[in-house]
Nanobody, 127 residues
Framework: QVQLVESGGGLVQAGGSLRLSCAAPASGRTFSMYDMGWFRQAPGKEREFVAQISWSGSSTHYTDSVKGRFTISRSNVYSMVYLQMNSLKAEDTAVYYC??????????????????WGQGTQVTVSS
């Protein structure tokens, strides 16, 4: 498992942008052993997949509702993952979680395949 710490959440108006960051401070060179993902959970709803990025950064995958608006990226040098969120909508309001899974389960984006989770950061989009 890897320790993950999210930051960058906040309150933004609809149409605005936010950049979430996820640090893996104690991972060192093992960070590149993990595919990384972002999930979100709105009040009264189940946690849902948002995006994932492969260990090398060469492959990404997004849920349909954020395609063209969100961009996931990573730096293995600094053990960081980012989620750039543009054209935010009220329905993007949720707690956003960073997650890590070992290489080898790329096609499975379910939360169960991600063994490490951050504490979450709140994103609120006002309409």
């Amino acid at each position: 498992q890897v320790q993950l710490v999210e930051s960058g959440g906040g309150l933004v108006q609809a149409g605005g942008s936010l950049r979430l960051s996820c640090a893996a401070p104690a991972s060192g060179r093992t960070f590149s052993m993990y595919d990384m993902g972002w999930f979100r959970q709105a009040p009264g709803k189940e946690r849902e997949f948002v995006a994932q990025i492969s260990w090398s950064g060469s492959s990404t995958h997004y849920t349909d509702s954020v395609k063209g608006r969100f961009t996931i990226s990573r730096s293995n040098v600094y053990s960081m993952v980012y989620l750039q969120m543009n054209s935010l909508k009220a329905e993007d309001t949720a707690v956003y979680y960073c997650a890590a899974k070992p290489r080898g389960s790329w096609m499975d984006q379910t939360a169960a395949t991600f063994g490490s989770w951050g504490q979450g950061t709140q994103v609120t989009v006002s309409s």
